[in-house]
């Protein structure tokens, strides 16, 4: 599979926007569509998203009726509706690049080559936002993202802190705070939620440390070894500054625990960034900064991924077409990104980086990698999430846990056809 992921990732963007942050999507206009019936789409719950949605839902009239479903739980019900037997429920979805590969692998992903071809320049669609394996254009990406460090630069300054570059900074700065914060009950907040969430810390973590999820030029797993052990040590590390409920807080959790003011620093998702200032929300607005995630240990490179998010088309629902890529294109479009401006890190050329748009960058100069693209990443990704709690909790110990993540990992890839059988035993 050759992505065009780094290009997307590395790609400046430098045009001026002339933005307006504050902008409604209402009145953008959508005077390309035609044709009647229902497009269904869905997507993650995050600003931009939200944005691109409000715009997409505008495009309805009379016998045309556009639904967008925003939910925490869009990568499980995309992946459900992709994989169905029957129709999929959604026309489109948006799928970060880990989902991305998951359907791809699966062939489940509806070729866009022919739709860019034919209406691309219309839409101003600008090559790196093409999601090309083997010539086809088989995504649209629209944002990039990564996890950066989020911290309250107000206490910082009053307890005279440095901003942690390493996770050991990262616990001596807690300690501090929990001492002498009163505001702060736990300094950290961070996503360790059982599955995607602890399984991405993992990820971020492992690869900080120098190790590997995979044995050189296979699929036989290697993430169980001593770094994978040091990993959850590092992880563990931080728990003592963080909620009780830290093994199911996911990323929307850790949004709250910042917006009230409950902790003072933690890892998170560059795509969550404005949410900081949002005065509805936000009791900590003006006073959030951000920086690259921490290292896994001292002068390493910062613990986290560099992502894209895209717009795909399952195989399993080949009706409205046109019309679905006509609404996605009108919430992607050159005044869509220009009135979103703030609200994400656009991959388009007139998005103009401002206070929420450093994550991707900051990342990037701390030696961030792009997150693994192998067919079977997702399945020991997903057997490490699944079974971290143990460890975390300290129910079992942690070398214990990854040995058992991987043998349940290397049955799944076996079935897959990704592991010779009898290999690795």
Partial sequence: MTLRRRALLLAAAAAPAGAHPGARAAGLGCPNIGGSGEVNLVGNSFPAVAHIAAIAEGCARPGFKVVFKLTPQARIETEQAFGAAGRSPFDAAVVSMAVFANLYARRQLQPLSDLVQ???????LEEKMLVRVDGEVMAIAFMQNTQNLYYRADLFARHRLAVPTDYAQMVQAAA????????????????????????????????????????????????????????????????????????ASNADDVVNQFQQGKAAMGVLWASRASRMDDAAASRVVGQMQFAAAPAARPGGRSAAHLWWDAMVLPRNNPRQREATFHVLMEGLSEAAVKSGNDLG?????????????????????????????????????????????????????????????????????????????????
């Fill in 176 to 247: 501090v705070l929990q001492r002498q914060e009163p505001s702060i009950t736990f300094p950290i907040a961070q996503g360790f939620a059982k599955g995607f969430d602890g399984g991405t810390e993992f990820t971020n973590i492992l690869a900080s440390l120098g190790g590997r999820f995979f044995q050189p030029g296979g699929a036989l797993p290697a993430f169980n070894g001593a770094e994978g052990v040091q990993a959850i040590g590092i992880m563990r590390s931080l728990m003592p500054y963080m909620t009780p409920n830290l093994l």
């Fill in 345 to 425: 890190i656009w991959v388009r050329s007139v998005y103009d980086p401002g206070r929420f748009g450093t994550g991707v960058g900051l990342a990037q100069k701390a030696g961030a990698p792009v997150w693994p693209s192998e067919p079977f990443f997702s399945l020991a990704h997903a057997e490490v999430g699944k079974l971290l709690p143990e460890a975390l909790a300290g129910e079992r110990a942690p070398q214990a846990v990854l040995d058992a993540a991987a043998a349940a990992y290397l049955r799944s890839a076996t079935e897959k056809g990704f592991v010779r059988r009898g290999a690795g035993a």
């Fill in 118 to 124: 034919k209406f691309g320049p219309r839409y101003r």
